[in-house]
């Protein structure tokens, strides 16, 4: 008896699944149905003496596989889409806990510890990083030898150039690169930890105390 009830219920359940995929089906040639109706329709009842000639049906069949086209483009875009949105949330989700360096140029000291970057665009031949305090005055300066192109990451301790040391809290800084004594691009890189992870329509964010929300793409270094 249980053997019985048990077909019955996956009769019943494939009878639902087949006649979902065939409202479905219908549902995405309703249409293409439409249109081919409309065509047979205005070719049985043409007039003879100006019957449609190969260059009007040739149109709009071309318009109806336009048509469809297009809307299946759509779909399988929208499910790349989706696809590409389920990678970027599980590759972010392996990134908390971990410490990340995205454009900015502010810097927090924690126990005379700090974490921050540079990212060169091309080979510098001298790269000086300034750090401001609230007013804008500078505290300290890191002068740096040639550095290659790319994400440079710095560690600051807190020490001052007058040999203090700088209570903690936040700061900002700037950079100068040069290059044949031309002044180059720089960008300055700011350290946070991703605490957490979230997903809206404008994509995946990054979560970083002290720093606010930001794009995965931003991230420039995993340290």
């Known amino acids: 008896m249980t053997t019985v009830q048990t077909n019955a219920a996956m009769s019943d359940l494939m009878a639902t699944v087949n006649g979902t995929k065939n409202a479905t089906k219908s549902t995405a040639d ?29 149109s709009q069949l ?12 759509n779909s399988t875009v929208q ?25 900015g140029s502010r810097v927090n000291l924690v126990e005379s510890k700090a974490l921050l970057g540079v990212e060169l665009t091309e080979p510098a031949d001298s790269v000086q990083v300034k750090i401001l305090d609230a007013s804008g005055g500078t505290i300290h300066t890191m002068n740096l030898d040639a550095q290659k192109a790319g994400t440079l990451p710095l560690a600051w301790d807190g020490k001052t150039d007058s040999g203090a040391t700088a209570a903690d809290g936040q700061y900002t800084f700037e950079v100068k690169a040069v290059r044949g004594g031309q002044k180059m691009t720089a960008t300055t890189l700011s350290f946070g930890a991703v605490s957490s992870v979230s997903t809206n329509a404008q994509g995946v964010k990054l979560n970083l105390p002290n720093i606010g929300d930001v794009n995965l793409a931003d991230v420039r270094r995993i340290l």
């Open 62 to 73: 071309a318009q109806l596989s336009t048509v469809t086209g297009i809307d299946k483009l």
């Open 30 to 58: 309703a249409a293409q149905d439409r249109f081919m109706t409309l065509l047979v329709t205005q070719m049985k009842n043409q007039d003879p003496m100006n019957p449609l000639d190969n260059a009007q049906v040739t």
């Open 79 to 103: 499910a790349l889409m989706g696809s590409y949105q389920t990678s970027q949330s599980l590759q972010a989700a392996d990134m908390i806990g971990h410490g990340v360096l995205v454009p």
